[in-house]
C-alpha cells in the first residue's frame, strides 16, 4: 500500500495547542484501500490537532458528497456527508501491549513516534459517515425520489397474490391454524 505523506502530522515540531489541518478527499485516495461501494467522492476533512502534554486530541469533521446507489431502486444518487469523529492519540512505552484495549476511540503510538500518519483514520471516517441504509431522498413535493418504475413493480410484488390458487400450498392449508 502507498503511503500517503500529505497525511503526515510531524506532531514533534508542533507546539502545544490546537492545529488545523484540512484534506480533500476524491476517488484518488480510495485507490489505496481497494473496491469501494461508493464512487465520485469530493469530501473535506477538517481536523483539528489538539497537542497536549501525553497526547493528543482529533477532532474530525467530514462533509462533501459521494455517489451510491439506492438500496430500493438501485440507481445511483449522490449522498450529502456530514459527521465529526473525536480520536485520543496516546504516547505510551510500549504501544503494541496498549492497542489491544477495547476502546475504539483511543490510538496509542509510541514515544519515540515524530509522525502521525491520519490516512486510516480519514479512511475509516468517511466509510463511518455513510449510512448503512442509502434511500433516495425525497422530492420537495413530498414524493419518493426513487425510480417510478421501480416503485411500481414493487407495489405490485407486495399486493396479496393468488396464492391461494397455486395447487404447492394446497396440502399444507391443513397446517395453518395448528
Known amino acids: 500500500m502507498k503511503h500517503l505523506r500529505e497525511f503526515d502530522i510531524a506532531f514533534v515540531g508542533l507546539t502545544p495547542g490546537v492545529h488545523t489541518f484540512q ?13 469501494q461501494d461508493f464512487s465520485n467522492c469530493n469530501a473535506t476533512v477538517k481536523l483539528q490537532f489538539d497537542k497536549k502534554t501525553g ?9 462533501g458528497t459521494v455517489t451510491v446507489t439506492c438500496d430500493r431502486c438501485g440507481q445511483p444518487f449522490e449522498m450529502q456527508l456530514w459527521d465529526d469523529f473525536n480520536q485520543v492519540i496516546k504516547l505510551v512505552d510500549n504501544p503494541g501491549e496498549m492497542n489491544t484495549d477495547e476502546d475504539p ?3 496509542y503510538i509510541s ?5 502521525l500518519n491520519v490516512a486510516d483514520l480519514v479512511y475509516e471516517f468517511i466509510n463511518l459517515s455513510i449510512p448503512m ?4 431522498p425525497d422530492n420537495p413535493d413530498g414524493t419518493s425520489g426513487c425510480d417510478p418504475k ?7 410484488m407486495n399486493k ?16 395453518r391454524d395448528n
Do not use: C
Not at 484534506?23 to 473496491?35: A, H
Not at 514515544?111 to 509522525?115: I, P
Open 23 to 35: 484534506y480533500q478527499i476524491t476517488d484518488s485516495f480510495f485507490e489505496n484501500y481497494g473496491q
Open 55 to 63: 497526547f493528543f486530541l482529533l477532532k474530525f469533521e467530514v462533509g
Open 105 to 107: 476511540d483511543v490510538t
Open 111 to 115: 514515544r519515540t513516534e515524530s509522525h
Open 133 to 136: 441504509q442509502r434511500i433516495h
Open 150 to 156: 421501480v416503485l411500481e413493480m414493487l407495489a405490485k
Open 160 to 175: 396479496p397474490g393468488d396464492d391461494d390458487t397455486n395447487p404447492i400450498w394446497k396440502g399444507l392449508e391443513k397446517f
